[in-house]
């Protein structure tokens, strides 16, 4: 028999194969779950009422999804709110991540205390909300995070924690992915909620498909969570069974990022140890504000003598150096020469059009990319250079009053409709050899500086609220 092992023969089957046809009886028997709950029913009657409820739910979850078609004109936006002007907006997930180490924890208690007291954020980005901050961390001691806290000047009354949760006559840990949902009425009980600030999110290690599938549902319900009470969400990316002495940074690459908002990655300046970069990964509704510098720094507890904790200090200018040409530098294949050229044309070619290879020659010789007597043209660095720039070389004058001049290529068509003359075809000066060049738009004239450090010297669980 189909039905359950328990009662094998239930008094009504016999009837209900006589009053019931055949897809009916079929849609019996490809449910046991169905016909366990039903079993105890001694009434026919009772199991065929049942019979056509049970089908239209079925039939109901079996229904094909109908992707929901909404008019542009129906669709309704609002302007950001930041808490950290282009970095941390309300309503939003925002992730760091960084080496085992790397200062991620300092950082975030550092824009706690901006936060809960109104303070100014580094390099003149305008000023933090004032208000009150959930922060959530399950795997650290007030005896470790309070003080680097007071370092930072939080306002602790601002301030609200959970670390544990009570589960009947006991407590445990806080578990993300098992306790997010008991948050909701926490969240909706702060007055003046700025921020949540998770310290931190296990992220798996690995790069298979189920790792992926399970950081980004995590990271699904923490942006759910944003947008439902208005809040900033700051989570900190933790590698799971991470190395401290690797220092192996959280690869961005492999995880989903699509739930968040924006991404940053803290990384060792490797100029100087003790200075950290703050690099921008992902930003939907901002441009990139810029790479920040800062490092780890002892501060003394004035309220108690002898009692210090880290403390973060930001440089008073930013990075003309963003995470993707962070990352280029540190490849294996890095080719430092050409990078070094790069920066020199950019720099030379800052506020000019274009520079006559006698002038580039010159001022090549005294940044020593050339030898004394090295032409132009026997360097192949600056020619590389010159070349993933979009500059194009271009003839000036006739004879002996012309000379060869490297031009950037809006620069060259203004002079073509002024009609002076020039060309391509011949060498780009008497020791240079002629080199084609493809059409490519010239790169951002900024110039890159050095890194940081030449910039400077019950049955339901309830969440323990504190």
């Known amino acids: 028999m189909f039905f359950n092992r328990i009662l094998p023969n239930p008094v009504w089957l016999p009837a209900v194969i006589q009053r019931t046809t055949a897809e009916e009886l079929a849609f019996l028997q490809s449910h046991p779950q169905l016909q366990s709950s039903i079993a105890e029913f001694a009434s026919v009657e009772t199991v065929l009422a049942l019979l056509p409820r049970f089908q239209a739910i079925a039939a109901a979850a079996k229904a094909a999804p109908v992707p929901e078609l909404i008019s542009g004109s129906e669709l309704t936006d609002h302007p950001a709110e930041w808490v ?75 301030l609200h924690t959970i670390r544990t949760v009570k589960e009947g006559a006991r407590s445990r840990r806080f578990n993300l992915e098992k306790d997010i949902t008991t948050l909701d009425p926490l969240i909706s009980g702060i007055k003046d909620l700025q921020m949540i600030v998770i310290d931190a999110v296990d992220v798996p290690a690995g790069r298979g498909r189920a790792a992926a599938r399970e950081a980004g549902a995590l990271f699904d319900a923490l942006a759910e969570l944003a947008q439902r009470h208005n809040v900033a969400v700051l989570a900190i990316a933790h590698p799971v069974g991470a190395d401290y002495l690797s220092r192996k940074p959280v690869s961005f690459g492999t995880l989903p990022l699509s739930a968040a908002c924006a991404a940053f990655l803290v990384e060792a300046d490797p100029a100087d140890a003790g200075h950290r970069l703050l690099l921008q990964v992902k930003n939907e509704l ?3 504000p810029g790479s920040l510098s800062f490092c780890i720094m002892e501060r003394v507890n004035r309220k108690r003598p002898g009692e210090t904790a880290a403390g973060v200090m930001f440089a008073p200018q930013k990075l003309a150096l963003d995470a993707c040409e962070f990352s280029a530098r540190q490849a294996r294949g890095f080719n430092s020469a050409k990078a070094e050229a790069i920066g020199f044309l950019r720099a030379l070619f800052a506020d000019r059009t274009h520079h006559k290879v006698r002038e580039i020659e010159q001022e090549a010789r005294a940044m ?69 060049v493809p059409s490519a738009a010239p790169a951002a004239s900024v110039t890159s500086p050095p890194l940081a450090a030449a910039q400077l010297q019950a049955s339901v669980p309830i969440p323990k609220f504190v």
Not at 372 to 378: H, I, K, R, T
Not at 382 to 391: E, P, T, V
């Open 84 to 158: 950290w002007p282009g970095r941390i907006a309300r309503g939003k997930l925002t992730l760091i991540g960084g080496a085992p180490g790397s200062g991620k924890t300092t950082l975030a208690m550092d824009m706690i205390g901006r936060v809960t007291t109104g303070a100014d954020w580094p390099c003149e980005e305008g000023v933090a909300p004032k208000g009150s901050v959930l922060l959530i961390a399950p795997q650290s001691h007030p005896d470790t995070f309070v003080p680097r806290l007071k370092a930072a000047g939080t306002d602790l009354a601002r």
């Open 286 to 288: 901002a441009y990139d």
């Open 368 to 436: 020593g990319l050339l030898g004394a007597n090295q032409p132009l043209s026997q360097c192949r660095a600056l020619r590389d250079a010159r070349m993933a720039l979009g500059l194009l070389a271009m003839r000036e004058g006739f004879g002996k009053d012309g000379a060869w001049v490297w031009v950037w290529p809006d620069a060259m068509e203004a002079q073509q409709k002024h009609g002076e003359p020039q060309t391509e075809t011949q060498g780009e000066s008497d020791s240079q050899e002629r080199i084609d």
